[in-house]
């Protein structure tokens, strides 16, 4: 069962109605900031993850100072 191209036009008609078509920028630029704030926090998560990664990692002839101070 899908939907044809009438039955979407008089859904959009009837959230138009609604919620108003100002309401429904303000909605849709308020996903828009949210979704790009997750990927980029997601983005964030990642690159400490490869940080706390490679905090582990001795390179040959690499000194690491924590180790050497105490």
């Not at 108003?20 to 900031?33: E, P, Q, T, Y």
């Amino acid at each position: 069962m899908g939907f044809s191209v009438w039955n979407l036009l008089i859904i959009l008609v009837i959230v138009l109605l609604l919620f108003g078509a100002k309401r429904l920028r303000n909605i849709g630029g308020d996903l828009g900031a949210a979704v790009k704030g997750f990927k980029k926090s997601m983005k964030d998560e990642g690159e400490k993850v490869e940080d706390k990664q490679d905090e582990g990692k001795v390179i040959e002839g690499e000194v690491n100072k924590e180790k050497s101070e105490k």
